[in-house]
């Protein structure tokens, strides 16, 4: 088992910066791709940003430019620095690791941005 436990949101004002992380503990041997979804009341859950194990990065579009995706191997932790923050970026946060083929969940970190 893969456990995942996420950190770093909060309330923000238009304009403002959040920092998430999220560490995997657990049956590790090889991570693969980590990535960040959102999931606003009422909406599906959509990818904001993932890295894969070789480096490459994806960023949904309407976060280019503000957000941007870390990972740090050796602590299995994976990091979304937010900037520019708008209030559509209000939503749960859920990180993701994908080992072996299978994807684990966090259990989500509420974001808001608000004035």
């Known amino acids: 088992q893969v456990q995942l436990v996420e950190s770093g949101g909060g309330l923000v004002q238009p304009g403002g910066s959040l920092n998430l992380s999220c560490a995997a503990s657990g049956s590790i041997f090889s991570i693969g791709t980590m990535g960040w979804s959102r999931q606003a009341p009422g909406k599906q859950r959509d990818l904001v940003a993932r890295?894969?194990?070789?480096?490459?990065?994806d960023y949904a579009d309407s976060v280019k430019g503000r957000f941007s995706i870390s990972r740090d191997n050796p602590k299995n932790t994976v990091y979304l620095q937010m900037n520019s923050l708008k209030p559509e970026d209000t939503a749960v946060y859920y990180c993701?690791?994908?080992?072996?083929?299978?994807?684990?969940w966090g259990q989500g970190t509420q974001v808001t941005v608000s004035s």
């Open positions: 890295v894969f194990s070789g480096g490459d990065i």
């Open positions: 993701y690791v994908v080992v072996f083929g299978r994807k684990y």
